[in-house]
């Protein structure tokens, strides 16, 4: 769809506002936005506003901590389908070779891509069990050789963070070697369809209203963000990728240390 077409956001046509580097920077130049809310302690629920949620990282004096140890990987052996596959929190499931890409995506995309490569059926079709889903998804991308995050018992964009790193590192269980620093990206979610609209007017939001909570598919427009940040070499390129299509992505240490500091700096 063009730029310029309309979609239907709660019942109001809105000019569609499709995600480019321009956008990507004002979310991230914006330190009380929607983006920076979405990292309160307890899941699902945003920092400031009404909740007055603290953060995630635990406050000042663990935020070095916290984002140290995400950049060298200290969490990086765990595993990381906890409670939906593999065994305990440090017993992850096994990958056939060592050629598992990460993947990227709203959770009905990444269950048909998976799928589609394992020759299986494209839509998840159990009940509504939050937990038989994430099995069933887990058991697919594992049998797909995809990386993807899939914990049960406990979530927060913390850990999400955390997962990112270990990938951006080459070190999640399955991944490739880096090759000239570079590790590969899939997405099971084209960048090229996302609407800014959805991010910011979600029609539902997990566990509470909209006002004091974000929607599951928030995290996914967050982690694009989190790339284009980190991603610096390659990141123009982030907004062209589609669906199963590999992006190459370098580390820039330099600019995990500027997202960190915002991230520190915002709601105070």
């Known amino acids: 769809a063009a730029a310029t077409s309309l979609v239907s956001i709660g019942g109001t046509q809105l000019a569609r506002r499709p995600v480019t580097s321009a956008e990507a920077l004002r979310v991230l130049h914006t330190p009380n936005g929607k983006f920076f809310s979405m990292w309160g302690r307890r899941p699902w629920v945003k920092r400031g506003g009404e909740s007055r949620e603290p953060s995630c990282w635990g406050g000042p004096t663990h935020a070095q901590e916290f984002f140290a140890s995400a950049l060298a990987g200290n969490e990086c052996k765990r ?15 096994r990958f056939r070779t060592r050629t598992a890409p990460v993947l990227y995506g709203d959770d009905p995309d990444i269950f048909a891509l998976c799928s589609r490569v394992t020759g299986q059926p494209t839509v998840y079709a159990g009940g509504g069990d939050y937990r038989e889903h994430a099995r069933a998804i887990a058991s697919r991308c594992v049998d797909a050789q995809m990386n993807i ?46 609407d800014l609209n959805q991010f910011y007017y979600p029609p539902d939001c997990w566990s509470g209203p909209c006002s004091t909570h974000y929607a599951v598919r ?24 589609g669906v199963g299509t590999s992006f190459k992505c370098k580390l820039d240490v330099d600019r995990y240390h500027e997202l960190a500091l915002w991230l520190q700096q915002s709601f105070t």
């Open 79 to 93: 595993n990381w389908y906890e409670g939906a596959a593999g065994g305990d929190r440090y017993t992850p499931p």
């Open 149 to 194: 995050l899939r914990l049960t018992d406990y979530w927060d964009m913390c850990i999400n963070l955390e997962w990112m790193m270990c990938g951006l590192l080459g070190q999640l269980p399955g991944q490739e070697d880096l090759v000239n620093g570079e590790v590969e990206i899939k997405l099971a979610t084209s960048t090229r369809d996302l």
């Open 218 to 241: 928030d995290v996914f427009f967050a982690e694009v963000f989190v790339l284009y940040q980190l991603c610096a070499s390659t990141r123009d390129r982030l907004f062209e990728v």
